[in-house]
């Protein structure tokens, strides 16, 4: 099977390959695949989109043994990734899920301009099967309708309230605003898939009541420290679910898809490049002087 990767009026072919069955099929059935770009903040040389699904990890292959035009799906991250040469010092285990079938230099060329505009621009793509074909509808889920529309929708466009996050210029803002609630948004997803891990080794009943802390208080930051509305009130919806008798394992991988994207649309705002750049001066002039 092989998909078409576009972006920048550009297109490159990806060939699924190896025994990633099980992301493999979450992966196609959320094709046709519309995406935002990110730039990486450690790991180096990839470019990455959000993966619009929840799965374990498969092969387990350490990230720093994926070859140059790997493609990959990184779990925890949530992220779907294409490498373009080493990547720097990381320690995690990642799934294969096929590699770029084209040179790597159109890859690397895209994510210059991608280190270059994030935060001033957002970088779309798309990602598609090459023979044209679309997913089959999902089954219905069983959790309450208002979070799975407040999901989907998060997924098609940035909530107007992280929109806005960006305006003000009230006493260290923007940066105070936008850097807490990327990085709120950040650590309670990577904590949402800790809590998932552990299912099934410890009661149920003590991870839900950890996930609700959690989303609790992720919520209570971004409403209260970031003046944002809308976003929070979705934790706060998934908080009290926590609280009730649904499904634990279909709530959290939705709680996962929320949060993951919330920290997305955040980390968009953020022109890293331009950050790194100004905090390597200013330590600079710092010795220097």
């Given at each position: 099977m092989d998909l078409i990767f576009s972006a920048e009026g550009r297109s490159w072919p990806l060939r699924l390959t190896g025994d990633a069955e099980r992301t493999r099929r979450a992966l196609l059935s959320a094709l046709p695949m519309r995406l935002q770009l990110h730039t990486p903040k450690i790991a180096g040389s990839h470019i990455y989109w959000h993966a619009p699904f929840v799965e374990d990890i498969e092969g387990a292959t350490h990230v720093l043994s994926a070859t140059a035009g790997a493609f990959i799906y990184w779990p925890v991250r949530q992220f779907l990734e294409i490498t373009f040469a080493p990547l720097q010092a990381e320690n995690a285990e990642i799934t294969v899920l096929g590699h770029l079938d084209a040179p790597v230099e159109g890859i690397a060329e895209l994510a210059a301009t991608l280190k270059q505009d994030q935060g001033r621009r957002i970088l779309e793509g798309t990602l598609v099967r090459s023979d044209g074909g679309v997913s089959e509808p999902s089954p219905p889920?069983?959790?309450?309708?208002?979070?799975?529309?407040?999901?989907?929708?998060?997924?098609?466009?940035?909530?107007?309230?992280?929109?806005?996050?960006?305006?003000?210029?009230?006493?260290?803002?923007?940066?105070?605003?936008?850097?807490?609630?990327?990085?709120?948004?950040?650590?309670?997803?990577?904590?949402?898939?800790?809590?998932?891990?552990?299912?099934?080794?410890?009661?149920?009943?003590?991870?839900?009541?950890?996930?609700?802390?959690?989303?609790?208080?992720?919520?209570?930051?971004?409403?209260?420290?970031?003046?944002?509305?809308?976003?929070?009130?979705?934790?706060?919806?998934?908080?009290?679910?926590?609280?009730?008798?649904?499904?634990?394992?279909?709530?959290?991988?939705?709680?996962?898809?929320?949060?993951?994207?919330?920290?997305?649309?955040?980390?968009?705002?953020?022109?890293?490049?331009?950050?790194?750049?100004?905090?390597?001066?200013?330590?600079?002039?710092?010795?220097?002087?």
């Open positions: 889920s069983s959790l309450p309708q208002d979070i799975i529309a407040a999901r989907k929708a998060l997924w098609v466009s940035c909530p107007a309230d992280i929109s806005r996050v960006t305006a003000s210029r009230a006493i260290m803002h923007p940066a105070g605003p936008v850097f807490t609630a990327e990085s709120e948004a950040r650590v309670l997803h990577e904590f949402l898939w800790w809590i998932r891990a552990e299912r099934g080794r410890k009661d149920e009943l003590v991870l839900r009541q950890a996930a609700a802390i959690a989303l609790d208080k992720t919520a209570t930051r971004l409403s209260d420290f970031c003046h944002m509305e809308e976003t929070p009130a979705l934790l706060f919806r998934l908080k009290a679910t926590m609280e009730d008798d649904y499904p634990f394992d279909a709530l959290i991988d939705e709680a996962i898809l929320a949060t993951g994207r919330i920290g997305a649309w955040l980390d968009l705002l953020i022109p890293w490049n331009d950050l790194n750049k100004a905090f390597c001066a200013a330590l600079d002039g710092r010795r220097a002087g």
